[in-house]
């Protein structure tokens, strides 16, 4: 959006917001491995929730860590640019700023691992009969 457009209202300037965030999430699928990580391993728990046939509530809690760490991601690489963009040199503040971003998404994928635990534990011993 160019700065003359800041103070414009109204659809075309939601219109305008949602075209600039396609690309921002454009990039980073096409520049952050571990986007594409994340995609695979929400489409494999979207599939085995459907095979599973999990309850309404387990389906929204899944999606709501989903796209917790989908938006972590983002998020994270926001902090990456705009860290390159300050400095190209190596400072103390630049690898604190990126791994505290890093370990923000860590943090969360770690209690994504046991939520999923938790969900999809009672189906597949159910199905195993154990
Ligand atoms: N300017 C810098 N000064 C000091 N340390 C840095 C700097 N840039 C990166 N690092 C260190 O290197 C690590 C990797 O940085 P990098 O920018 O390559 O991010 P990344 O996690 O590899 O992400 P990606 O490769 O997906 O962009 C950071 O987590 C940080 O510890």
Redesign the pocket.
Known sequence: MGLHDRNKRGFKRLLKSFYYATQGLGHVFK????MNIHVVVAALIIISAYLLDLPLTHWLILLIVIAGIFALEIMN?AV?RT??LV??????M??LA??IA?AAVFVYCVFAVVIGLIIFIPPLLHLLNL
């Open positions: 520049h952050e491995q571990n690489t990456e860290v390159d400095t190209k040199d190596y400072h103390p630049a690898k990126k791994d890093a």
